[in-house]
């Protein structure tokens, strides 16, 4: 099992970035994918999740509105869409998938917000 996120980077106030996850070593298709994130001094939290199937989706109230997650099951890939950014969103962003009831992880990557 793999997943691999990349997109991070410095980005000013107002700013946008693109996180992708890939995946690989399960059925992509079968699981719910979520994105969380953990800002310096800080617990890791979940930020976005959206279901397989459907594509329902579910957002932490501190990014609903600017952030959009979202899936491509052919490429086996997760995608956070980030607008408006803040400087309280500089944190490092991992993917996440429950595969077999064991929650595996991305290495994360790192999105600073700042002018």
């Known amino acids: 099992v793999q997943l691999v996120e990349s997109g991070g980077g410095l980005v000013q106030p107002g700013g946008s970035l693109k996180l992708s996850c890939a995946t690989s070593?399960?059925?992509?298709?079968?699981?719910?994918m979520s994105w969380y994130r953990q800002a310096p001094g800080k617990g890791r939290d979940m930020i976005a999740t959206?279901?397989?199937?459907?594509?329902?989706?579910n957002y932490a109230d501190s990014v609903k509105g600017r952030f959009t997650i979202s899936r491509d099951d052919a490429k086996n890939t997760t995608y956070l869409q980030m607008n408006n950014l803040k400087p309280e969103d500089t944190a490092v962003y991992s993917c996440?998938?429950?595969?077999?009831?064991?929650?595996?992880w991305g290495q994360g990557t790192q999105v600073t917000v700042s002018s």
């Open positions: 996440s998938a429950l595969i077999a009831y064991v929650r595996r």
């Open positions: 959206i279901s397989n199937r459907d594509g329902y989706t």
């Open positions: 070593g399960f059925t992509f298709s079968s699981v719910f």
